[in-house]
């Protein structure tokens, strides 16, 4: 069980849910048709700057003994890591503006900068769980995008996150890394401030 919720985990951390966000709107979006061309383009600096950039941080970090481990489990070792995360997605969303993007691709890569910030003034005082404001992100981006770009109906999809965020909550509660109130808080957070980041710009 304990393998299954490491496994979980890992492929659902928060620093890949930009990407997995990304690229579903490969899937279930007009992007498969406007930029498939320039699938890479748009890609590479959502790689580069949410997930590569956060993660060489965290581990030069770890290196110098500044935090305890990599999955960042203590609370308050968590406030710099956050910070320096916050400053790699101001320069993605600085990118994906200046190459043109669509105004409600930019909020969709705002979200996550708002996220982040409610993230770092909620560790202040509390552990909020990062892996499911992550997840809760990517649900609440596919919906956003779906009711109010796309005007669609991917109820399937929705539900395949849906009962994916439930193994992830499972898995940090397993693993005994968050309460069920850190869970259910983390997932709130990041479904709500995603969601009504792209119904503002609708």
């Known amino acids: 069980m304990k393998t299954m919720a490491h496994i979980f985990s890992t492929v659902f951390q928060p620093l890949l849910m930009p ?3 990304i690229a579903l709107l490969f899937v279930y979006t007009h992007f498969r ?3 498939s061309q320039s699938f890479w383009q748009i890609m590479f600096p959502v790689f580069l700057f949410s997930f590569a950039l956060p993660s060489i941080s965290i581990f030069v970090m770890y ?4 935090v305890s481990d990599l999955s960042l489990s203590i609370r308050r070792e968590r406030f710099i890591p956050y910070v320096l995360a916050l400053l790699s997605y101001t320069f993605m969303i600085f990118h994906y ?10 909020m969709l890569t705002v979200a996550p900068v708002i996220v982040m910030i409610f993230a770092i003034i ?5 552990k909020i769980s990062a892996h499911m404001f992550g997840v809760g992100s990517l ?5 956003g995008v779906s009711y109010f770009v796309e005007h669609t109906n991917s109820s399937f999809l929705i539900m395949i996150l849906f009962i994916l965020s ?7 509660l397993i693993l005994r890394r968050h309460t069920p109130g850190q869970v ?7 479904f709500g401030v995603t969601f009504a980041c792209i119904g503002i710009d609708a």
């Open 184 to 190: 259910y808080a983390g997932f709130l957070l990041g």
């Open 63 to 66: 290196k110098l003994k500044l």
């Open 122 to 126: 909620i560790t202040i005082w509390w």
């Open 97 to 106: 503006y200046r190459i043109g993007m669509p105004s409600w691709f930019l």
């Open 33 to 35: 048709y406007t930029y």
């Open 139 to 143: 649900v609440g981006g596919v919906m």
């Open 19 to 21: 990407i997995y966000g």
């Open 166 to 172: 439930g193994f992830v909550g499972t898995s940090r």
